[in-house]
């Protein structure tokens, strides 16, 4: 593999990253949503590149997956949930945006030297893409801790997904990438429409997820 | 299907389906009778069975059923080890089935004791059966649940309930151990056959892990001091003869238990692994003796006697590690020869013990010590049957108690041959722990027999008590003559031992006993020591029919029957007889007021008053309030913290994954 497919592959990785960073110091659920578009878009064009250098055609499924349903379809649904609930002028953080970077560019530290120590024998692309990969699935946890918005943690969820399709369709020859992408896919599905947004809105009137604490009657 | 192994199998088999018949007619009225029948009918056969095995030098059989861990199977193995310990559970088996034929009859709730009862037995079958750890450790599970049940087969009384609790937690703790060390043994591959553990013995710091959790897995189901405590509630608990079967018997399957992982699987031993199981059989054997010393109560007395005779087969094993550590196998096998004796004559005297406990425990209803006296005139058959086993755990010439524990003492006397110095000043010390448990024990049966048999009556129940049947007299007489014939002719059973001990000391046992002539044993050499339990016999019976003679003969045979001269105050009442409480008292200031801080308190009465002065007696159980109450507190008190975690907020729960997953990625960071 030449040095430019590398590079291509290595661009859209660290992209992925780069997107995952610019959703921890969103403030504001619409340009959350968008940049969650952003993150799926970033996914897509890896994904794609990975079929095209590994010569996998059932990978491009995957990509369209990505492209359709994460970056069109779910931010969609998202804008009118939040539309409909009427959250979209809401804004919060748990603790700053400052420290909230300065903690993720430690995760992106800590995940790069995880990875190049453990796999000093892998495939030059696997490891860098695996380090990525560990990169966006920390930073998309530490999306979820950081919000209290019921949104926010879904997309937190949703980017750490993300995060795993990178690392699957790196690693090449690895098996049922499409399968689980579509998996996937419909758990987040479930995730955001079904069941989670509207039970807390008809029962809780809030998309704060603090309220379920009060609901349970463990916090007064 | 036709080698000793599958026989025996189908044996188990038989016995489970005899708990489902236990089951399936628990209302029926004779199912007891068919249930103790069957179970006596089995467990005679596999007695058989294996005396044959163990008399051929039969050769190791094997089978291998399609069961457990799909890629193990569950494996069964008959070797002269196992022949010997199934010996001593069929033979307890039989007679504790035989006994129960007279005693069963006199239970509340059959219901609760039948099924278990035969499953218990099948599952220590099994224990001694298995050969992977799989299969052992869910029989040792099935032997533990079945003897849970039977501990709390009368489970309205509050004590029994709680026995059953202390008993369950330290069975899991025990199995946890267990498991641990099986898991070490099996190594990474997983390789759960004993066949392949033996091919593959663990390295120095692998191998001394598993000898301390084999150690306290086996020695809490054995009894060791400081893992007894729930030893002394549960077995009394249970019916007398599933009493006689856990103490008897159970602790001996533990024992094996211990012998098969460290002797058998574990490799060449390290000279410090004999140093622990010394320090703690030695305490074990006289802290049980001094615990007994202190109970009042005839079934839990005993109870703390398993305990102790637990420790001097432990001084047996210790002795024999410390001999094949150094390579001195022929001492090493003298001292496992004791050993192995002891746990099978243990097994006699206690379930003998039992039984005439559970025989005063119908006659009377009581357990208490203090309510019974002059039973000897009511139940004579029992105060006999009771006096050779009182003798016997005493090791007293020439019953096979004292066989066992001389041949210990010969090995504690090789051991300054020994070229470590710790173990020549531990031996020592052990020895004499040994000895002072034995005159203790011999103590405390004097003071038990002499309470509860002699003098006179101190209950109504005690003066209206009969004797039992027949059934139970047969199989306390059946124990009698066997303690009689290890104790006079223990040749033959030294030699029955000796295929057990050839297989686990390097291919050496003792020297042949049967040719020796007169019947003596010879454990060393001629020139160093022997014993003869005939002439030892023969002496006292001559010498006490002469005196008998002589006392008949010479003495007056004008007898004149009238009051003991009484100091002119003649006091009917039988409460100011000597009690068990004030034969134990100088034993209890000697060493109780070390060991237990015992404390009297003496209350007199105000001048004037005419009540009662009091003396109280306080005891301490060091081992419960020094262990097990900090233990339990620490970990209540961890509980209660550790429930705040259930009230957390799901973003509190979302960081606390997020905080283990950095923390494991920066621990592999750093590791690597």
């Known amino acids: 593999m030449g040095g430019f497919y590398f590079d291509v592959a290595h661009l859209f990785a660290g992209g992925l990253v780069l997107v995952s960073f610019m959703m921890l110091y969103q403030d504001r659920l619409y340009a959350l949503i968008n940049i969650y578009a952003l993150h799926a878009l970033a996914l897509t064009l890896s994904v794609a590149w990975q079929a095209y250098v590994q010569d996998a055609p059932h ?21 009118t949930i939040v539309r409909r609930l009427g959250i979209h002028r809401d804004i919060e953080t748990v603790v700053g945006v400052g420290p909230t970077m300065l903690l993720g560019i430690g995760l992106v530290a800590l995940s790069m030297v995880v990875v190049l120590k453990v796999t000093p024998d892998a495939d030059a692309l696997a490891r860098e893409d695996l380090a990525f990969a560990l990169a966006v699935l920390l930073l998309g946890l530490l999306l979820m801790v950081a919000r209290r918005n019921a949104v926010g943690q879904v997309i937190g969820f949703m980017s750490m997904e993300n995060g795993l399709i990178l690392a699957a369709t790196g690693a090449r020859g690895m ?7 579509v998996a996937f896919s419909i758990v987040v599905a479930f995730f955001v429409i079904g069941v989670f947004l509207f039970r807390i809105r008809e029962r809780f009137d809030t998309v704060d997820v603090g309220a379920l604490d009060e609901h349970r009657g463990e916090r007064g | 299907m036709t080698n000793s192994v599958s026989v025996l199998l189908l044996l188990v088999a038989a016995q489970l389906a005899t708990a489902v018949i236990a089951v399936v007619f628990s209302r029926s009225a004779s199912v007891g009778r068919l249930v103790y029948g069957l179970s006596f009918f089995i467990s005679s056969l596999a007695v058989v069975l294996l005396l044959f095995h163990l008399l051929a030098l039969g050769e190791v059989s094997r089978t291998s059923l399609p069961l457990g861990l799909p890629w193990i199977g569950a494996n069964f193995r008959l070797d002269a080890l196992s022949s010997l310990f199934l010996l001593i559970v069929d033979f307890g088996g039989a007679i504790a089935s035989l006994y129960a034929l007279g005693y069963g009859r006199h239970e509340d709730a059959p219901h609760r004791v039948l099924p278990f009862y035969a499953a218990f037995l099948a599952g220590m079958n099994l224990v001694v059966l298995a050969d992977d750890a799989f299969t052992f450790l869910l029989s040792w599970e099935l032997m533990s649940l079945t003897s849970w049940a039977l501990v709390v087969a009368h489970h309205r009384s509050e004590a029994n309930r709680k026995a059953g609790v202390i008993y369950l937690v330290m069975a899991s703790f025990g199995t946890f151990c267990l498991l641990l060390a099986f898991g070490l043994l099996a190594g990474s591959a997983g390789a759960y056959g004993f066949d392949a553990i033996r091919a593959l013995p663990p390295g120095p710091g692998i191998a001394g892990l598993v000898l301390i959790l084999a150690l306290v897995g086996a020695g809490s189901k054995a009894g060791l001091v400081p893992l007894h405590v729930w030893l002394p509630l549960a077995h009394p608990a249970a019916p007398s003869h599933v009493s006689a079967l856990m103490s008897g018997v159970m602790t001996k399957v533990a024992i094996y238990g211990f012998i098969r992982i460290v002797f058998d699987l574990l490799g060449p031993p390290a000279w410090w692994w004999s140093l622990v199981v010394l320090a703690l059989a030695g305490i074990t054997s006289v802290m049980g003796v001094l615990y007994a010393l202190m109970q009042h109560d005839i079934k839990r007395l005993l109870a ?8 001097i087969i432990f001084i047996g094993l210790g002795l024999a590690l410390a001999f094949r550590a150094y390579g001195m196998v022929g001492a090493g096998a003298l001292a496992l020869t004791a050993g192995l004796l002891h746990a099978v004559n243990h097994s006699v005297f206690k379930s003998l013990l ?4 559970g025989a005063i425990l119908t ?5 208490d010590m203090e309510q019974m006296g002059g039973l000897i005139h009511r139940m004579p058959h029992t105060a006999f049957a009771f006096l050779v086993g009182s003798a016997a755990i005493s090791a007293l010439p020439p019953l096979n108690g004292f066989v066992s524990e001389w041949l210990t003492f010969q090995a504690i006397l090789l051991s300054p041959q020994l070229p470590s110095w710790g173990l020549k000043f531990l031996v020592p010390a052990t020895g004499a722990l040994l000895a002072l448990s034995a005159a203790l024990a011999a103590a405390c049966f004097v003071k038990a027999f002499g ?15 009969r004797e039992v049947d027949r059934f139970s007299l047969a199989a306390m007489y059946a124990l009698v003559a066997f303690c009689l014939i290890i104790g006079i002719l223990p040749g033959p059973f030294i030699d029955l031992l000796a295929p057990v001990v050839k297989s686990l000391m390097l291919g050496q046992s003792m020297p042949h006993q049967s040719g020796v002539a007169w019947m003596s044993i010879v454990p060393i050499a001629e020139s160093r020591s022997s014993y003869n339990g005939l002439l030892v016999f023969l002496f006292i019976a001559v010498s006490a029919w002469l005196a008998a003679l002589a006392i008949h003969r010479f003495a007056s045979r004008a007898t004149r029957r009238g009051p003991a001269w009484d100091c002119g105050a003649p006091d009917p009442r039988p409460i100011t007889q000597y009690s068990a409480s004030s034969f134990a008292q100088p034993i209890r200031r000697v060493f109780g007021s070390l060991v ?19 003396l109280d007696v306080a005891l301490i159980d060091p081992v419960w309030d020094g262990i097990y109450k900090p233990v339990s507190a620490g970990i209540l008190g961890l509980a209660d913290r550790l429930n705040r975690l259930q009230f957390l907020t799901i973003r509190q729960f979302l960081m606390l994954v997020f905080s283990t997953l950095v923390l494991l990625l920066l621990v592999l960071a750093i590791w690597q």
């Open chain 1, 59 to 79: 990978l491009f499924i995957t990509a369209v997956i990505a492209l359709g349903f994460k970056m069109l379809f779910i931010p969609l649904a998202l804008h």
């Open chain 1, 175 to 181: 098996p049922l990438v499409v399968e689980i992408s």
């Open chain 2, 304 to 311: 703390y006697h398993t305990v102790e005779n637990v420790g």
């Open chain 2, 354 to 357: 039992f039984f005439g406990s």
């Open chain 2, 363 to 367: 006659a009377t209803g009581e357990r």
């Open chain 2, 451 to 465: 309470i509860i048999f002699l003098g006179r009556p101190r209950s109504d129940a005690a003066t209206k008590a």
């Open chain 2, 596 to 614: 237990f801080r015992a404390r009297e308190n003496v209350v007199m009465p105000p001048p004037g008053d005419l009540g009662p002065a009091r």
